[in-house]
């Protein structure tokens, strides 16, 4: 409560007249001559705050450096219908400052507007990533990860799985790319290797008997990036069931995929369950055993219409055509 008692998303109508405190970044400053408005920024939301009359608060109020840190404390007042922000969930109220005091001074010219860092280069966003992660675009990418991440894991046990977390130094083995390895301080010459997935892990549960076991597990891969999947290190949600066929995974996973898609993703989602095609059907009508089905066209043989074909590029070998 020292810092604040409100996040800057919580002030409301319901709270003028009240005593609050806010604690976040400098957003922006308008010094309209006598007054200075501020909008302070905190994970949250923004809230407005206001300057009094006094003539030594709007001198230290509108030389506050952008991107600084400020605790303000005030009375919630309700706005002019003239400046009432609806884009802003807190857009009907402000705070008149009693107090304001800088928390963390911004001492340095910014490289980049934490606004506008989008059109910036990269190398020079990851030089400053702390204020890369300040835009609200990051932010929300952020607490979208965490979100889908919680709500896969509650699905999850709510199906009796219990979350495992398997070691991330461990012993190299053979699997379809090249390890990452990690020397070993204590034992010269020796080296850990990352897991590239939690494979040789998980089966050594079910062997010891744990019924059914998942994590979010991270992936350490040394290989170039691919179309689907980042390079070097990638996440997965992997899982395991004793005395299961191969239909009773699919009923656990598919309503775990839709149900997740459909709650953070604004697409259309098939529901379950899912369409089964058979490995050699899926080669034959799409050439590739993971079809985009989004994608119209499949393929047609037409090997057994041209067997009595004379054109020589034609004879003896198979034929298609994709069909719409």
């Keep these: 409560m020292y810092y604040r008692t409100h996040t800057c998303n919580e002030i409301s109508l319901e709270d003028i007249g009240k005593k609050v405190k806010i604690a976040g970044f400098v957003e922006t400053i308008r010094d309209l ?10 994970m ?56 304001i005091e800088i928390l963390g001074k911004r001492t340095k010219e910014l490289p980049f507007e934490v606004n506008t860092n989008q059109v910036v280069r990269e190398d020079l966003r990851l030089q ?27 699905q999850m046990v709510e199906q009796g799985f219990l979350e495992v977390q398997t070691p991330i130094l461990t012993s190299s083995s053979p699997e379809g790319a090249r390890d990452y390895l990690v020397p070993s301080r204590l034992h010269a010459g020796k080296f850990y290797a990352l897991p590239q997935a939690p494979q040789q892990f998980k089966q050594l549960l079910m062997v010891s008997g744990i019924d059914k076991y998942f994590q979010i597990a991270p992936c350490f891969r040394d290989e170039d990036a691919r179309a689907d999947r980042c390079p070097g290190e990638f996440y997965q949600l992997d899982m395991e069931m004793a005395f299961a066929t191969q239909e009773d995974v699919f009923s ?17 989602v098939a529901s379950y369950p899912f369409p089964r095609i058979p490995y050699k ?44």
């Design 44 to 99: 949250y939301g923004v809230t407005q705050v206001v300057t009094s009359g006094r003539t030594e608060d709007v001198d230290f109020a509108s030389h506050i450096p952008i991107e600084s840190t400020v605790s303000v404390e005030g009375i919630v007042e309700k706005r002019d219908p003239e400046t009432v922000n609806e884009k802003i969930k807190t857009g009907l109220v402000e705070i008149r400052i009693e107090k």
């Design 252 to 268: 656990v996973m598919e309503p775990v995929i839709y149900n997740t898609f459909t709650k953070f993703s604004n697409k259309k």
């Design 281 to 324: 059907e899926a080669m034959l009508k799409y050439g590739s055993d993971k079809p985009d089905l989004r994608n119209p066209l499949f393929i047609m043989d037409l090997t057994d219409f041209f067997q009595k074909c004379t054109f020589k590029p034609f004879i003896g070998r198979k034929i298609g055509r994709a069909h719409v």
């Design 33 to 42: 001559g006598g007054l200075v408005f501020l909008d302070i920024r905190d």
């Design 128 to 154: 400053y990533r702390f204020l890369d992660l300040r835009n609200s675009k990051l932010k929300n990418n952020l607490m979208l990860r965490a979100n889908v991440l919680q709500y896969l894991r509650a």
